[in-house]
C-alpha cells in the first residue's frame, strides 16, 4: 500500500463521498438489524457496516471494470427487490424459533448482499475521488464506519417510533432496483441512452411500488392463511 499519495484533502473528500453515497446503506442495515435484541443491535450494526466497508473496498479496487458488462444490473435489481420484499415481510415471522446468533447472522448477510448490490454504482466515485492512491481508499472507507453506524442506529430510532418507515425503506430499496435495471447495458443498447433517461423517473416509481404492492399482498395472504 503507497501512502506516498496520501493526501488530506483527497482522504476527506473520500470519506465525505462514502458519507453521501452510503445513505442507503445505513437504511438496510437499521431494516436489517431492527429484529435483533438490544443487546445485539450495535453489534449487528457495527459488523453490517464493516462488512459494507471492505465489500466497498473490494469493489472499487478489483470489480469497477465489471459495471460495462451486460446483465449484471438486471441481476442486481432483481436480487435487490427480493431484499426489500424480505426486509418487510420476514419481520417477525418465526423469531420465537431463532436463535440470537442465527439472526444476528441472517441479518450481517443481508446487509452484505444488498451493499454488495448497491455498491456498483458508489465505487465508481470513490475510485474518481481515489484515483491512484489504495492508502487513501482504504483509510478513507474504513474512518466511514462509525458515521454510517452513527446513521444507522438513528433510523433505527426512527423505524421503532414509526414502523410505517419500514415500509418506505422497502420502497427505497425497490426505487434503487428500478433505476438500476434501467441503466443495464443491455437495456441501454437496446432502447438508447436518451430514452434510458426520459424513464428513469417512471422506473423509479415502478420499483417502488412494485416492492410495497407485492409485499402487500404477501403479508395479506399469509395472515388471511394464519386466521
Known sequence: MDFSTLTWIGLLQVIWINIILSGDNAVVIALACRGLPDRQRLIGMVLGAGVAIALRVIF??????????????????????????????????????????????????????????????????????????KAMLVIGLVVSIPLIVAGASLIMKLLERLPILVWAGAGLLGWLAGDMMLNDPFIRGQIGGEAVHRLELPAEFVGAAFVIALAYWIRRTRAAAAA
Open 60 to 133: 472499487t479496487l478489483f470489480v469497477a471494470a465489471l459495471l460495462d458488462m451486460p446483465f449484471l444490473r438486471l441481476a442486481g435489481g432483481l436480487l435487490l427487490f427480493w431484499i426489500a420484499v424480505k426486509l418487510v415481510t420476514d419481520e417477525g415471522d418465526g423469531e420465537g424459533n431463532v436463535q440470537s446468533s442465527d439472526k444476528l447472522f441472517h441479518a450481517v448477510k443481508t446487509v452484505a448482499i444488498a451493499d454488495a448490490v448497491m455498491s456498483l454504482d458508489n465505487v465508481l466515485a470513490i475510485a474518481a475521488v481515489a484515483r491512484d492512491s
